[in-house]
């Protein structure tokens, strides 16, 4: 991706500790979010969603969680393994429109 | 499944040559998305179509640029004339419609050179 530059967060965390990548959204009536991986030479990759009814959803290895009362979106990343290094983008929507808005990305980084 | 399918992968040419990406989307997803990726300004939206027509083209940057959907199967993106400033790749995404709160699936990218 070209999301590499100098202003992108970074986390790095060691092989087997769990990750937690956080994102402030901006528009409170946002009412869906995503949470998408990138990886280098690809396209952002889904990797799970969660809609304002609810505060929390878990995936495999995965868990979102959604605190609308600070508008805060997080992912928590269980047993972080190598192929898990990317960089994680949230997207917000609401229901009247198809535009996603994103965030500016971290870099998670995986070391042994 | 087949997922978003761009063409080409990588594309480099001269500035002032005319430039044309392809997008092939998810069959049965009838919202289409073009958007731009560069490291100074992240990833934005440029077009996006809903069952083949235009809905909203306020991200794309010059009359430089167009975007076509002649059918659901099939989108362009051209640039002409283009200039090194477009340098950058670009993804395009489908989707179901947002009123089913579903997510948009990205392609892998053209990575346009202009030199």
């Known amino acids: 991706g070209e999301n590499v530059g100098l202003h992108l967060p970074t986390l790095s965390v060691q092989e087997g500790d769990n990750s937690i990548i956080n994102c402030a959204y901006s528009?409170?009536?946002?009412?869906?979010f995503i949470w998408y991986k990138q990886e280098s030479g690809k396209g952002p990759q889904f990797i799970i969603d969660?809609?304002?009814?609810?505060d929390k959803r878990q995936g495999q290895r995965v868990t979102v969680l959604l605190n609308k009362t600070v508008k805060h979106l997080s992912l928590q990343i269980a047993a972080t393994q190598p192929g898990d290094s990317a960089v994680y983008f949230c997207?917000?929507?609401?229901?009247?429109?198809?535009?996603?808005?994103f965030g500016t990305g971290t870099r998670l980084q995986v070391f042994p | 499944d087949a997922g978003v399918i761009q063409s080409p992968r990588h594309e480099v040419t001269e500035m002032g040559q005319e430039v044309t990406l392809r997008c092939k989307p998810i069959?049965?997803?009838?919202?289409l998305f073009w958007y731009r990726q560069t490291m100074m300004r992240g990833l934005e939206l440029l077009i996006y179509?809903?069952?083949?027509?235009?809905?909203?083209d306020s991200g794309m940057p010059e009359d430089r640029f167009s975007a076509k959907m002649p059918n659901a199967s099939f989108s362009t993106l051209k640039i002409q004339p283009s200039e090194p400033r477009d340098s950058a790749v670009y993804f395009c995404?489908?989707?179901?419609?947002?009123?089913?709160?579903?997510?948009?699936?990205f392609g892998d990218g053209t990575r346009l050179s202009i030199l």
């Open positions: 995404a489908s989707s179901t419609p947002a009123t089913s709160n579903q997510p948009q699936h």
């Open positions: 528009n409170s009536a946002s009412d869906y």
């Open positions: 969660i809609r304002s009814n609810m």
């Open positions: 997207a917000e929507n609401t229901h009247d429109t198809d535009k996603l808005i």
């Open positions: 069959s049965g997803h009838n919202s």
């Open positions: 179509f809903n069952n083949n027509v235009p809905i909203d």
